[in-house]
């Protein structure tokens, strides 16, 4: 297949496109590395069978020849990101989707829409199903990233209703791994550079607040299972081992060596108290459920940080 994958220089969008090719497609990546960096795939250059487009999603996208397959994961996804950048994420939840529906739809080509946990809010039900509805603040700060993808998997909906377009929408939980940025602000990437640099390790809270973290490998495994198998209908992506940010903090010192303290800070805004998926659907539809453990995957984790750190 042809595949076009948008946020292709992001953390998940360059492991992706390193699967796709892995598997024998052209793929053709669109970043406007506003968040996304060219680094992550420098080793790439030359590949005959990728393409690189510098371009804002946001508008119009032109792509001559035939396409068999758009994958949209450009956002800002993490909340530096998109605390910072309010109006560019709601753009390209909004006017990003449309135009990347609109050139699937042109082309007749099956469309992935990366949604994200975060359509659930601070949740009410845990762990979260595909048919929790969700309880988001949408006048709240992190509402502009929440909302963005609400609206995202509505005009998913609706194309696939409307123009009877081949969609799938994976809801991605807390993923990991090689390729975060040191300063993304996400709870792994800053845990892990603050004990590599003997830093305070820094909690929201009490630390008492859950999250299921799943490493990239598996998250990029079951979201192109749902690509080729899936329906139209969200499927949560994630790990269902559920752990404390006091438990992952006290992980990452074992394995870092580190001698780094943890202070604590007020929790911010909206921020969930509870994050776990519920992955039935994936276990009977894709056949898929993760399978590194969160002590094997911090550690690759680790060493990863330590040498971009060096």
């Not at 359509?119 to 006048?139: K, M």
């Not at 800053?190 to 004990?195: D, E, F, H, P, T």
Request: charged content about 20%; glycine content about 10%.
């Amino acid at each position: 297949m042809r595949v076009l994958v948008t946020g292709a220089a992001g953390f998940l969008g360059s492991h992706l496109v390193d699967r796709l090719l892995d598997a024998g497609h052209d793929v053709v990546g669109m970043d406007n590395l506003v968040t996304g960096t060219a680094v992550n795939l420098a080793h790439l250059e030359g590949h005959p069978r990728f393409k690189f487009i510098h371009h804002n999603v946001s508008q119009y996208i032109a792509l001559h020849g035939a396409l068999d397959a758009v994958l949209h994961f450009a956002s800002p996804a993490s909340p530096v990101d998109y605390l910072e950048l309010p109006i560019q994420t709601l753009k390209v939840g909004a006017l990003g989707t449309h135009n990347a529906l609109g050139l699937a739809l042109a082309k007749g080509a099956r469309f992935m829409l990366a949604s994200t946990s975060e359509v659930y809010g601070d949740p009410l039900v845990h762990p979260q199903t595909e048919s929790y509805w969700g309880h988001v603040n949408p006048v709240g700060p992190r509402g502009v990233y929440d909302e963005a993808k609400r609206f995202a998997e509505a005009l998913t909906m609706a194309y696939h209703r409307t123009h009877r377009l081949d969609t799938r929408i994976v809801r991605i939980f807390n993923t990991y791994g090689p390729r975060m940025r040191p300063n993304d602000g996400r709870v792994v990437s800053n845990l892990i550079v603050q004990a590599l640099r003997g830093e305070p390790l820094t909690l929201y809270g009490d630390g008492s607040q859950t999250r299921s973290f799943c490493y990239v490998d598996d998250l990029t495994a079951g979201i192109l299972l749902l690509f080729e198998r899936g329906g139209a209908d969200p499927v949560n992506i994630g790990n269902p081992g559920e752990f404390t940010v006091r438990q992952l903090a006290e992980l990452v010192l074992g394995l870092t060596g580190s001698r780094s303290t943890i202070v604590f800070r007020p929790l911010p805004v909206d921020d969930p108290r509870q994050r776990c998926p519920d992955i039935a659907l994936a276990r009977t539809q894709l056949g898929w459920e993760p399978k590194v453990p969160l002590e094997e995957g911090l550690t690759r984790t680790v060493e990863h940080f330590r040498e971009r750190l060096a």
